[in-house]
């Protein structure tokens, strides 16, 4: 976790502003998130292609979005605090995007009558909980640092959550032989970013608020 060095700590107007300290641990935890999620995506285009499934699609572009998340998060690490809030609110507006994309494909593929491929939903579904599931236990010990971390621990909890909902959907298809259970995922996967978009964008303008100006 980074560690930021109080202004109360500098003897006179000359001192200069010392960048914070990065836990390197946490480079290390976002650096493996990153290949996981990069990994992940490949895997669940595919299969959502193959699969005619708008969830896995759906949670395809969440694992690119989130690898993009992480390879920012890696950058501002080592920068001021006001730059670390800057990149949250970036990434909170980018959730925020996905979760209104995400409600436009399920709109589509309901106005569509798509009908989707349970067994390979289902089988990605179990692959993509596993992968989330081990970067969010990475992940967990920052889940209370500041916006960009939140924003992180955020992607990954809601990654895990839509990836549970993804094996009830496929369960689902197979059992109704309908989408619906599919599209009602996928809609229910936009909601949730749309929700974890507000949270980031408030907490990260909070933060830009009080971040003193000689940070920036």
Do not use: H
């Not at 935890?29 to 595919?46: G, H, Q, W």
């Not at 694992?63 to 390879?71: I, Q």
């Not at 990149?87 to 995007?97: Q, R």
């Not at 996905?98 to 491929?117: I, M, N, Q, T």
């Amino acid at each position: 976790m980074t560690k930021d060095f109080p202004m109360s700590n500098c003897c006179g107007s000359s001192c200069a502003v010392r960048q914070p300290v990065v836990d390197p641990r946490y480079r290390r935890v976002l650096t493996i998130a990153l290949a996981v999620n990069l990994a992940m995506f490949v895997v669940e285009l595919a299969g959502g292609l193959k699969a005619d499934s708008v969830s896995l699609l759906a949670d395809a572009v969440d694992f690119l979005g989130d690898a993009g998340n992480y390879a920012l998060s890696l950058f501002v690490l080592g920068l001021a605090p006001v730059w670390r809030s800057r990149t949250a609110l970036i990434k909170g507006l980018t959730m925020g995007a996905y979760g209104v994309f995400v409600l436009g494909k399920a709109a589509w593929s309901l106005s569509a009558g798509v009908l989707p491929e349970p067994a390979t939903m289902g089988f990605i579904g179990v692959l993509a909980l596993a992968a989330n599931g081990a970067v969010g236990a990475l992940l967990y010990a920052y889940r209370d640092g500041d916006a960009n971390m939140r924003s992180v621990w955020l992607c990954t909890r809601n990654d895990m959550i839509g990836n549970v909902a993804v094996v009830f959907a496929a369960v689902g298809v197979f059992g109704t032989r309908t989408g619906w259970p599919d599209i009602a995922v996928a809609a229910i996967m936009g909601m949730l970013a749309l929700r974890a978009a507000q949270t980031v964008i408030s907490q990260a303008r909070q933060e830009l608020k009080v971040v003193p100006v000689q940070l920036t």
